[in-house]
């Protein structure tokens, strides 16, 4: 079945570095959602991208869309303490199936 | 805050019982989805319901059932519990029109089984 993996598993940052995960397919999406988890809650919604290629920002965040459809990026740029947490991509192309997740650590 | 609750927050059962999780949205979407979420995993999809209907289904069990309401709240039922159905649970609404827009989760049900 359609499988979405993340990369990379974890990140340990020093507070104001940049911080860049991916997420890859195994078969084409047609929506790419990226989410955030704190501990104990729902995941968040971060950024949608609809469209191959289209690059959306959200504040310190900017996602991308590949080209060929089957990979997206999330950068978080000047990381502060409050990003932790796990990062999903979402494929929302039939019913919602997320990633891996991709654990972020911030040290202040 | 997406507008999406659940209750009860915490929850402790032992094997063999039955368990109802209960979800609510202020937006009164006529669609709700149903997630298990693992320790350490990505939440996986259980089911979808929409208007009142089951509308597709993840690899889950018929002991994983649910219910959609006219108000459109919803219940997931789970029947003789397992300990692997230790998880938080979530419920998510669509943002938007259409099955593939993108999903508001409420806050979680975490279930454990003694």
């Known amino acids: 079945g359609q499988q979405l993996n993340q990369s990379p598993q974890s990140m340990f940052i020093q507070e104001g570095e940049d911080v860049s995960m991916n997420c890859t397919s195994s078969?084409?999406?047609?929506?790419w959602l990226w989410y955030k988890q704190d501990p104990g809650e729902g995941p968040v919604l971060l950024i949608a991208?609809?469209?191959?290629?289209e690059l959306t920002s959200n504040g310190r965040l900017t996602a991308q869309f590949g080209i060929t459809r089957k990979d997206s990026f999330l950068n978080i740029s000047a990381s502060i303490p409050s990003d932790v947490g796990i990062y999903f991509c979402?494929?929302?192309?039939?019913?919602?199936?997320f990633g891996t997740g991709t654990l972020l650590a911030v040290q202040p | 805050e997406t507008g999406v609750t659940q209750s009860p927050t915490h929850l402790i059962k032992t094997r063999g019982q039955q368990v109802t999780l209960r979800c609510s949205s202020q937006?009164?979407?006529?669609?709700v989805s149903w997630y298990q979420q693992a320790l350490g995993q990505g939440p996986q999809f259980i089911f979808q319901?929409?208007?009142?209907?089951?509308?597709g289904r993840g690899n889950f069990p018929p002991r994983f059932s649910g219910l959609q309401f006219p108000n459109y709240s919803s219940e997931l039922n789970v029947n003789a519990l397992e300990l692997d159905d230790s998880a938080l649970y979530l419920c998510?609404?669509?943002?938007?029109?259409?099955?593939?827009?993108?999903?508001?989760f409420g806050p979680g049900t975490r279930l454990t089984v003694l």
């Open positions: 979402g494929d929302a192309t039939n019913k919602l199936i």
């Open positions: 078969s084409i999406f047609n929506t």
């Open positions: 991208l609809y469209k191959a290629g």
């Open positions: 937006s009164g979407h006529n669609t």
């Open positions: 319901y929409y208007r009142e209907e089951e509308n």
């Open positions: 998510a609404t669509p943002g938007g029109t259409g099955e593939t827009d993108t999903q508001y």
